[in-house]
């Protein structure tokens, strides 16, 4: 059974401070994904990444970096918090070939004062 | 540009009755289709997909169809039960190409007892 965990459910940080949202996945899944989630905008991907050390920008990447530095972790780096980010934060992995279906964590709901 | 459209952002079902729930896309190239479900405050659960290669795939209570030549698909849940009451995401790929899903907006289900 895959699992995907991400560090926190909750977070409360202040705006201008550097945020880091951890996430692992147990599945030896090649893909990991970044996305939030806001009402009315469906999930949109930030970054994601097929390999060690390799990513991709997705649709929304300004403001975030990401970093992959071993096969099971992929975090999301907010440089420096600003209010538009607060937001559900979605981590997802799946295995490379075609199925292409993604595995998700339980959220991490980031409020920025 | 939605390349994939989830047209009603709300349905209302009586439980026990079928559920329907639609989604059309404009890109031709894509030929695997997943549609998903996510609970408030956690991350999406994979229901089922489809390969373009196929008009229907089932699974227990729920069935998809895919239309190629409409760029349509559906979802069917038959019965309907209170617990299926979630925001339902279509999903699409073109798998031989990309990594990346391309996701609809989403339809919120409501099933009242």
């Known amino acids: 059974d895959v699992k995907v965990t991400q560090s926190s459910r909750y977070l409360v940080k202040r705006t201008g401070e550097k945020v880091f949202l951890e996430c692992v996945q147990d599945?030896?899944?090649?893909?990991m994904f970044w996305y939030r989630q806001d009402p009315g905008l469906g999930l949109r991907l930030i970054y994601f990444s097929y390999d060690v050390k390799m990513k991709e920008k997705g649709d929304i990447p300004e403001g975030y970096s990401v970093s992959r530095e071993k096969k099971e972790r992929f975090s999301l780096i907010l440089e420096s918090a600003s209010t538009n980010q607060t937001s559900m934060y979605l981590c997802?992995?799946?295995?490379?070939?075609?199925?292409?279906?993604?595995?998700f964590g339980p959220g991490t709901r980031l409020l920025v004062l | 540009d939605q390349q994939v459209k989830q047209n009603s952002p709300s349905l209302s079902v009586q439980e026990g009755r079928i559920s329907i729930l639609n989604c059309d896309y404009t890109n031709s190239m894509f030929d695997y289709f997943l549609w998903y479900k996510k609970y408030p405050a956690e991350g999406p659960t994979f229901l089922i997909s489809i390969s373009s290669i196929k008009d229907k795939n089932e699974d227990g209570r729920f069935t998809v169809f895919l239309n190629k030549s409409a760029k349509h698909l559906s979802l069917h849940i038959v019965p309907s039960q209170p617990g299926d009451s979630a925001v339902y995401f279509c999903?699409?790929?073109?798998?031989?190409?990309?990594?990346?899903?391309?996701w609809g907006l989403g339809t919120s289900l409501a099933v009242n007892p």
């Open positions: 997802a992995s799946s295995l490379a070939g075609r199925s292409q279906t993604q595995y």
């Open positions: 599945m030896d899944h090649e893909n």
């Open positions: 999903a699409a790929v073109n798998a031989g190409n990309n990594r990346k899903l391309i």
